[in-house]
């Protein structure tokens, strides 16, 4: 028997969102993969021990992805060590543009395994983006 307080989850989000879309994606995702959130806004300093795999969420302003983000990867570079890292952005460029943007984005972060979900991008009848499906299933593979 596992001890009782065990998780069920090993996976964390960590976002920075200033507009609240990069948050919603982060809630849907983490809600979709029984994973815990934790939104840099009201948190930075946060305990990833448990967790295997961290996925990180950002808008971006400007070609670059948030300060907070930035500074939270910059601070937990020990405990990020030898843990699994994908990211999201959540951003107005798409098609070839986008995935230029998320290229660099990710080398200057250092998380290859990057993805984007553009603002112009299909909703669902929720505002979901229907392109998050196939994101959860890949991070739930992970
Ligand atoms: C001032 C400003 C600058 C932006 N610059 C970019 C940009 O360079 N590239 C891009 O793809 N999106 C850009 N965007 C769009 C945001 O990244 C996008 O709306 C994102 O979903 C915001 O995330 P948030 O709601 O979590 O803050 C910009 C938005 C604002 C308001």
Same mark, same amino acid.
């Given at each position: 028997m596992p001890p009782r307080d065990e998780k069920m989850t090993n996976k964390a989000i960590v976002y920075s969102s200033t507009? @609240? #879309?990069?948050?919603?994606?982060?809630?849907?995702?983490?809600?979709e993969l029984g994973a815990d959130s934790f939104d840099l806004k009201k948190q930075t300093?946060?305990?990833?021990?448990?967790?295997?795999?961290?996925?990180?969420?950002?808008?971006?302003?400007?070609?670059?992805?948030?300060r907070a983000l930035v500074d939270?990867?910059?601070?937990n570079k020990e405990q990020l060590? @030898? #843990?699994k890292r994908s990211l999201f952005i959540s951003c107005k460029l798409d098609a070839e543009?986008?995935?230029?943007?998320l290229t660099k984005v990710s080398k200057e972060l250092g998380i290859n395994d990057a993805f984007f979900f553009p603002s112009k991008s299909e909703k669902d009848e929720n505002g979901i983006d229907v392109s998050l499906g196939s994101f959860i299933k890949e991070m739930s593979k992970r």
């Open positions: 507009l @609240g #879309k990069t948050r919603k994606i982060a809630k849907h995702i983490a809600k300093i946060i305990n990833l021990s448990e967790y295997n795999h961290v996925i990180f969420g950002t808008g971006i302003h400007a070609g670059k992805p948030y939270f990867l910059n601070n060590s @030898g #843990k543009r986008g995935e230029e943007q």
